[in-house]
């Protein structure tokens, strides 16, 4: 395998990138945001991830999101420490702050929101963005 000299990671090295803005989870209901599926016999590294919603567009101070859980999900397993959270920690349009979560093998990354408020639906529209990179696992041959 042919791995950069300077940096470590492998010349055969990919990015993801993937994102949406939808409408709001209903009461009970879940929308994935964001998902990728890495190829198989590849690994990966999550970098970033970002989060939308209108309340905090208008107005940066309402980072509560209360009634709504966050997840990361690798083939539906919420990835630690992002296992569920219910507020703005990298918010969409600003650079946040890296990750590296380690993606194993022909994963399926998910960024999910569910709205579990049976009172009020809060928010009106929800986005988020995930960003990593991909490279072939040496562990499968060539």
């Known amino acids: 395998m042919n791995i950069c000299q300077i940096c470590g990671v492998p010349q ?5 990138d993937e994102s949406s803005i939808h409408d709001a989870p209903a009461f009970g209901e879940e929308v994935i945001l964001a ?9 990966g590294l999550l970098m ?12 940066p101070v309402e980072v509560q999101t209360p ?10 397993q919420p990835r630690d420490p992002y296992l569920t959270f219910s507020h ?21 990354l998910e960024f999910a929101i569910r709205n579990v408020n049976d009172r009020q639906q809060i928010l009106k529209k ?17």
Request: charged share 15%; hydrophobic share 40%.
């Open 12 to 16: 055969d090295a990919g990015f993801f």
């Open 35 to 43: 998902s990728y599926r890495l190829h198989r016999n590849y690994c």
């Open 67 to 76: 009634g709504y859980q966050w997840q990361i999900r690798c083939d539906g």
């Open 126 to 142: 929800v986005g988020g963005r995930l960003l990593g990179r991909i490279w072939y696992n040496t562990a499968y041959g060539g």
């Open 88 to 108: 703005i920690i990298n918010p969409w349009g600003l650079s946040g702050f890296p990750v590296a979560l380690r993606l194993e093998e022909g994963c399926l």
């Open 48 to 59: 970033y991830f970002a989060q939308f919603t209108d309340v905090y567009a208008a107005n």
